[in-house]
């Protein structure tokens, strides 16, 4: 097949909302609006693979683990970021299926249990850095660290409950499910895959691969996947239609194409939040290096105009 | 390819004993077991399609929902399923593919997250039949009747916390990702599918698909699936190497053999408990009347050799 290969890594917000309390109607709700862009983007002849986050939907599971431990036994970290693909992975395809058949498109769609690959030599097993799940007091925090050798650190100082898990966030290093995504994608299947940044893995010396407490970026997967499939587009997906220098600030500048050069030294220059932006030019850089091709961020509702050329930021070589 | 397709239903014992609370590692552990048994069947030559139950697994995490709806909001029934598919899938996928490279097998596993159509205007909507979730007093199913507009029900009379939920156990119509399943089948790949007799959707007039309150039986999903995918054998995997007449009575018997006829006329006089080896008959029956070929019901231990003709019930047109 001649059409391109898109690879759409969609952020939290095109699942849960901030101002959401993250009900079952409400994600379907915001999915809903999701698939009717991305219907559009496979409309316009593009082969797609869709990756998304899973921050609020994992952030809950953890909740709900905790609270009810005493009447069955809490899962880890990397069972419910595997819980959490089924269930955006099913809310995906159930709403994009709808949204195509409107278009007059028959493309099946399929969600993917993905493992991705970490290396336990990774430094940020020694440092973990990513908060995850609630915030406690530093009684609570530390109860938690003795009882259940999480790691705790203070990431809001000065109020009460200002204390949280931090898991390590480790470099992706292959995705192990790559092959059946192929497949599926050559089929001509829409492919949903890597969700949360994919359930964490790391290989033993017997060749077997265990289930690892840590939280991979989804950008970063994001990469590996676009890299899997060998895309033509990485297109990364947020809640501003163009990236910015100074943002919010007077001489805020907006950026319309930028080269990887050019990329690298304002983000060494400090313009792009961590946990924020930051990730989005690492990996749209990564891409970009990697393929000779062109990465994009842009906001969910320009995304066909953006992949069209009209708007959004391009990264290039 | 002429290889043989067989469709394998497993029970919840594959995942969960009954003894055990059910943490990760007991989990992983049973998986492991039965990820060898099926690596067994695999390197004989047959492709395989993977469906599992989930019963445990939903029923601790619809406990979990319930503890903490004050914190986080409780997800539906389906979402539940939905998530058990990622968990469980994962669980299989992951230790299927070391038993795999142990027998010196490369074939790929791919999870596939399954919506099964039904009718909503399945009479047991009407009259909802499978209980689902944690037990409770009188008190507490009649306020949460009330609150939740759950139906409830006094499943075990004369105990204090003797009520249930109750949700409906439609026939399964359809299985939305089928297409996607025979796409991987056809490329190689092991596809695990429609794990917890599939997430259940209905159809909407507009040609959308919502998911509905209630819980497909699996071994009825798994004989949709086998019809889906064309198997050629339908292996159904339970804790008995046999199927019993008068089943620990004195004058118990062994069944080898059956035809569809003698399985229906058992049936009828009522050999097999409902919720229990009756929907594995009336599967294995589906499937054989369907297909014209053979179905099995072993146990998970016996499974090669019952598929080789060695031992196992046989159920033949």
Same sequence: chains 1, 2.
Wanted: net charge neutral; glycine share 10%; charged share 25%.
């Amino acid at each position: 097949m001649s059409r391109e290969v898109l690879v759409i890594a969609l952020g939290g917000n095109a699942i849960k909302q901030a101002d959401q309390r993250g009900t079952t109607e409400e994600q379907f709700h915001n999915v809903d609006v999701t698939a009717k862009q991305i219907a559009k983007i496979a409309k316009a002849g593009y082969r797609l693979v869709v990756t998304h986050g899973n921050g609020p939907q994992a952030g809950a599971l953890l909740i709900q683990q905790e609270e009810s431990d005493a009447l069955v036994p809490a899962q880890t970290l990397a069972v419910c970021g595997a819980m959490t693909q089924g269930q955006v992975g099913w809310m995906m395809q159930n709403r994009l299926g709808f949204r195509l058949k409107q278009e007059g498109i028959k493309t099946p769609i399929c969600t993917v249990v993905t493992q991705v690959e970490v290396s336990d030599q990774d430094p940020d097993f020694r440092d973990p850095s990513k908060p995850v799940g609630p915030f406690y007091t530093k009684e609570e925090a530390l109860h938690l660290a003795k009882t259940k050798g999480y790691v705790v650190k203070e990431v809001k100082p000065g109020i009460e409950k200002g204390w949280r898990r931090v898991v390590p966030s480790p470099e992706p290093v292959d995705i192990v499910e790559k092959e059946s995504i192929n497949d599926l994608l050559n089929g001509g299947v829409i492919v949903i895959a890597s969700g949360g940044g994919g359930i964490p893995v790391k290989k033993n010396g017997d060749g077997s691969y265990s289930g690892v407490e840590a939280v991979i970026d989804k950008d970063r997967a994001g990469f590996k996947l676009a890299q899997a499939v060998k895309a033509d587009k990485f297109l990364i997906l947020t809640d501003v239609e163009k990236v910015y220098l100074n943002f919010n600030k007077p001489e805020q500048k907006v950026l319309d194409r930028l080269t990887v050069k050019e990329s690298e030294a304002h983000l060494e220059e400090g313009h792009f939040l961590a946990g924020s932006m930051g990730p989005k030019i690492e990996a749209a850089i990564r891409f970009v290096r990697w393929s000779g091709k062109e990465a994009i961020i842009t906001s969910l509702d320009k995304a066909l105009e953006a992949v069209e050329g009209k708007t959004g930021t391009h990264i290039l070589p």
